[in-house]
Every structure is written in C-alpha cells, then in structure tokens.
C-alpha cells in the first residue's frame, strides 16, 4: 500500500511505501525527508502497484533496487535542477544527463549505469500507459533503454570438487550436531527441568525448562533481573536454547547441503514452507517451491531423491524436524525457522543474513581456496549442482536443462569457466572422431562382396562408390598392396588429382582403402614382417612405425572374417615362395 500524510494530490506531504508481498514478507521504503517528492509521489505509487503478484517487483529485494534507482534520479535532478518536477515536466536530458553522471562515477566495466537507467525506465514505459501526461519527446526516449554499453559480465564459476567436499564434509558436521544436540542432548536435559520458581534457578535444567515454557523467548536479560549478573552467566539463555531450538548455523547447514544436492535456487530454497514435500513415492519426492522470476508460472515442483539423511527429501525432513518447535511458537508456515542469540524467533533466511552466516561457516571451519577464505556464495551453488550434471552427463543437454530454456542452460550454466576444460576436450575428442572416420578403412567380408556384386546399386551406401566404379574395386584392378583404393589420385593424404604419397602399409589406415579376403593373405604376410621387427627394433621406435597398423590388423580387420578364411590366407602368407605386392596394373599384365 501506498502511505502519505496527505492523500490529497496538490499536497507533498511525507512519503512512505509499506509494501506486503503475498508471502508476508514486508518491505518499507521511506522518501520523508527526500527531495523532488512531487516526482517521487507519482514514481513511488507506480511502483508499490508494481509489487502485487504478476506485476513485475516480486520481492522486497527488487522493490529496495528499484526504489535506490528512483531515489538517486531524484537526488541527481535535484542537484542539477533546482526546481520540484512533475512527471508531465521530464524531458529526456534529465534521463540521459543522469546516465552520463552515472557513468562519471562508476568504472568502464560496470553494470551499474545501465542498471539504475533500466529501472527508471521500467517504471516511466508502465506510467506512459496510463496516460501519465509524459511529453512526446520523453515517450520517444522511452522506447529504448540506454545508448550505453551494459557492462562487462563475468558468469558466476562452480565451486571446484576440492572445495565442494570442503563445504560437504563442513556442513554434515554441523548437520550431525544439531540433530543429536536437538533430538538426544537437549530432550534430556529438558526432561530432568522443574519450575525454578520452585526448584530453583542454579540449574541448567531448570533454566532450561523456563525457556522451553516462555518458546524460546526468555533470555540472559531478564534471567539476570531475576537472580542477578553471576547466576545469568553461569545459565546463559544464550548457551542453553540451542539444545531444544535451531540456530541460524544449523539450518544454513541443511539448506547448504540441499541446494548442493537438488540444484534448486537458493532464493526459493529459502523460502520452502513446511508443507513443500509432496507426492513420495518409492525412494522419491516432489519438492514444491516458488520461483519469483518466472512470471506467471512462479509456482513449480521439483522430483528429488527422499529417503536417506543425504538425500534432498531427507534434508527437508531434518529440517522439519528439527524447526518445529520454532513453528509451533511463531505459527508461520516457513520452513528455515530458527532462535537469535537475542531470543528473537525468526521466520526465516533473508538474503543478507544467509550471507552473514555463510562468512561464519568459513571462518568457523577455516574453509580455504588456495590459501585464502572460501568466497561463500550461495548463488554459485546452483551453478556448482549443474556443472556436476554436465559433467555425469557429458553435456546432453536433455539432461541438463531442468527448469530453463536450452538457450538459457547453455549461456548461464554451461558457459562458465569450470566447464572449459570439458568443452575443448568435447572438440578434442570430437575432431579425433572425424579423424578415425578418415583413417578406417572399409572391410568386406565374402557375403557382402556377394550382396554387392548381385546389387550393385547399394555400393554408393556401402562404400561411397558408383554402380559404375564397383567392378574394378571387386575384380582387383584398384588393387594396392595391402587393399583396393577407391581413388588413387584422391588421397586424403596427398592433393587431390596427384597419386597418393604415403607408404603401402598407410592403406589400411585410409578411409579410401577396401579390403576383401583376395587381399587378407597379404596383410597377414605384412603382419609376420611387423612382428619380425618388434624383436630387433627399441619398443619407442616400433609403436611409432608399426603400433597403429599392428592395432588395425588385429582389432579391425582380422576380426571381421571367418576363422577358415584367416587360416587360408595364414598359410598361404606363410609360404616358402614369397609374396609379391605390387599392384598388377604395374606388372604390366603379369
């Protein structure tokens, strides 16, 4: 809603934006004291309409950058004009003398200018609907954002495994505290507490019971008006509540471990009710979350894994546990309760105090990163939980896009710096693949000379020939030493038109040669002759004249006939009389 002290639209009055969001969550923005209100009016009143569901500002967060946005315009246009403005008096050098002032103050490389710019804008284009009384020259200004550039961007990176099973290992310790601190520790001290109105305030147990009585809300403070400063010390509130109610280290633990775990953004991982498990079913569960971002569809379930403590389901169910007392005092529905060190009962992780605790978390169990503090953000973790994805999957993107357009999966969550070494290697790989395809030559086995010869139309499917060009390949008029060739003068070695320049036994790594049984006697003789060499030739030397040949004859080409024909061909190659190689059309006949 939007509070003045004067509704009356000729009156300035004092200015102030109290605004509820449908999941009670508040924010307040106040202009009181600030200057050109008669703009600030009409801008702010745009923006706390903005703020009902569907409308564009879902959460207080992007009502606080929205309003920073106005609030700096106005002081801007203050210090420069002089005069109070309206909103029908905007011409579009105060947008554009703003940007340029914007861009004075921050670096090259920010994203700050564009981004105050984008706002304003955003709120003037809804006000030009409304018949707001904008000039022609400010509605024409308006149909672009900026004439800037944006800024540089760099992607938020995933967290290394190094680093990711130091936050593992760190946040399961914590985890297992708080359980059996929660659901053994504390229980029992609780069990033996009386009224110490009665019994007696030097007694842990008791002061115990008292805080349990009052739901967490009785604290150092008061005990010390009761009994004095020394006994307060001795039974801090502070030191005993954590043993029957969460503190902010436990939860942020557990939701650290989730959004790991199920990849789900931490902004709507932190605002999970206590009802958001649904549907369990044979080890699984959907998780049920609201995403602001996704207007219209901001409402969405997620399947995880449920069952086991380190599961996601399990999690939640932990953190359920663990945060019912909490829920049961304050009566809200949000899951990640827990009590202050004041003895306030929160209702939940706000951005800045989720980022409180993670500093905390890495000081408290001296998380490091080459020697310096683990920059703890929790938006890296989503990225972290995707790029593990990736990699399990070696990039297929149906398994990756969960929750995105491809489009958008590929530019935020696969585009980022942890994932180069996979991509080169994916063209690496990829560029090897082509290369093997280049270097395999093409083995016919008798029944498919056979098949070809009764159909010589399939030899274009088969071997990339013509009908026309499939006779020399069979009869042994292309014949080489080792195979026929498809095209002499068409080497993938040499330059197309010129004959092929590389030795005989290169044919059986050229995707131009065709090997039949006519040829298989041959290779094995050549295979004999390779064999011969290992025993006299260093092994460095060998591999690198006869290991990639040797590799062929007996994984690609051996394998594919019959053993009869092999053993016939064996025993010819191993004859007394020497095998010639040379092609026949270079014997001339003979």
Aim: hydrophobic fraction near 40%.
């Amino acid at each position: 809603m939007l509070q003045t002290v004067d509704q009356t639209p000729t009156t300035l009055g004092l200015l102030k934006i109290e605004v509820t969001f449908s999941d009670d969550r508040m924010a307040v923005v106040d202009w009181t004291h600030e200057p050109q209100q008669r703009l600030l009016r009409t801008l702010g009143a745009e923006l706390a309409v903005s703020c009902t569901v569907g409308q564009g500002t879902g959460s207080p967060h992007t009502l606080r950058n929205r309003a920073r946005s106005c609030l700096e315009w106005a002081r801007w246009l203050d210090s420069t004009e002089g005069v109070e403005l309206r909103v029908n008096d905007l011409l579009p050098r105060h947008l554009d003398g703003f940007e340029s002032h914007l861009r004075e103050r921050h670096p090259e490389s920010s994203r700050t200018p564009y981004s105050r710019i984008a706002d304003i804008v955003w709120i003037l284009r809804r006000l030009s609907d409304k018949e707001s009384g904008l000039s022609a020259a400010m509605l024409r200004r308006l149909s672009h954002t900026s004439a800037g550039p944006v800024g540089s961007y760099t992607p938020r990176d995933a967290y290394s495994p190094h680093i990711v099973e130091q936050l593992r290992t760190a946040a399961r310790s914590d985890v297992d505290d708080a359980v059996r601190r929660l659901t053994l520790d504390g229980p029992a001290l609780l069990a033996q507490g009386q009224d110490p109105r009665m019994a007696g305030w030097n007694s842990d147990a008791n002061v115990l019971w008292e805080i349990h009585r009052s739901q967490g809300t009785f604290t150092r403070q008061q005990l010390a008006q009761l009994v004095g400063t020394a006994l307060a010390d001795a039974h801090t509130p502070g030191r005993l509540a954590p043993l029957v109610y969460p503190t902010s280290r436990d939860l942020f633990a557990l939701l650290l471990l989730f959004c790991l775990d199920s990849g789900m953004e931490v902004e709507a991982a932190r605002e999970l009710t206590s009802d958001c498990l649904k549907n369990p079913n044979r080890g699984y569960v959907q998780v049920e979350y609201l995403k602001r971002r996704r207007h219209g569809k901001e409402w969405n379930t997620m399947r995880v894994r449920d069952g086991s403590p380190n599961s996601p389901g399990g999690l939640l169910r932990l953190a359920l546990r663990i945060t019912a007392p909490v829920r049961e005092a304050t009566g809200s529905s949000a899951l990640w309760q827990f009590r202050t060190k004041d003895g306030i009962l929160s209702a939940g992780f706000s951005a800045g105090s989720a980022s409180s605790v993670a500093r905390s978390f890495v000081s408290t169990h001296r998380l490091t990163d080459g020697g310096k503090p683990v920059d703890l953000r929790l938006s890296r973790l989503r990225k972290t939980y995707k790029a593990a994805v990736y990699k399990v999957t070696g990039g297929r993107m149906s398994a990756f896009v969960q929750g995105h357009s491809p489009d958008i999966a590929a530019a935020h969550y696969a585009d980022i710096p942890s994932l180069r070494n996979l991509h080169e290697q994916a063209v690496a790989d990829g560029l090897q693949d082509a290369l093997a395809d280049a270097q395999t030559p093409v083995v016919l086995t008798p029944e498919e000379e056979e098949r070809l010869t009764q159909h010589p139309a399939d030899a274009w499917e088969s071997l990339g020939v013509s009908a026309e060009e499939l006779p020399p390949l069979l009869s042994g008029e292309s014949d080489l030493w080792l195979s026929s060739c498809r095209s002499f003068f068409d080497s993938p070695f040499g330059i197309k038109g010129k004959a092929c320049p590389v030795s005989f036994f290169s044919c059986l790594g050229c995707s131009n040669a065709v090997i039949t049984r006519r040829k298989l006697p041959a290779i094995l003789a050549f295979l004999n002759h390779i064999e011969a060499e290992r025993a006299k030739t260093p092994a460095a030397e060998w591999a690198a004249r006869f290991g990639k040949v040797h590799h062929q004859i007996l994984q690609l080409i051996v394998p594919r006939f019959s053993k009869g024909d092999v053993l016939s061909a064996k025993a010819i190659a191993e004859s007394s009389e020497p095998l010639l190689f040379l092609p026949h059309n270079l014997l001339g006949g003979h």
